[in-house]
């Protein structure tokens, strides 16, 4: 009983550091594809509905641009990255 409480315990700071991995992610994503935001913002400011096909050229831009950053080996990266890291507090702190 006792190793299925840990193993819980386990997995949920997993799935927090996960959040923690992925909100980081989309930052980074966010801030290499200002120029993108910035041009989708511009095209839809003042606009409501026709957002949809007036700025669609500038949305698949951004949309292109934000998934280099933001996909599944990226975060795979992160996570072993990661990993490397606590590893290295681990080993230091043992010494």
């Known amino acids: 009983m006792g190793s299925y409480v840990e193993q819980a315990r386990e997995n949920h700071v997993k799935k927090k550091v996960e959040e923690a991995l992925r909100s980081k992610m989309k930052a980074k994503a966010l801030m290499e594809c200002d120029q993108y935001v910035s041009k989708y913002a511009q095209c839809?400011?003042?606009r409501t509905f026709?957002?949809?096909w007036t700025c669609r050229k500038q949305a698949k831009e951004?949309?292109?641009c934000l998934h280099q950053f933001t996909n599944d080996n990226v975060l795979e990266?992160?996570?072993r990255?990661?990993?490397l890291q606590e590893e290295?507090?681990?080993s230091s702190?043992?010494?």
Do not use: D, P, Q
Request: zero cysteines; proline letters at 0%; glycine letters at 10%.
């Open 77 to 79: 990266e992160m996570k």
């Open 93 to 95: 702190s043992a010494i």
């Open 62 to 64: 951004l949309n292109t």
């Open 81 to 83: 990255e990661y990993m």
């Open 50 to 52: 026709s957002v949809v």
């Open 44 to 46: 839809a400011t003042g």
């Open 88 to 90: 290295g507090k681990v």
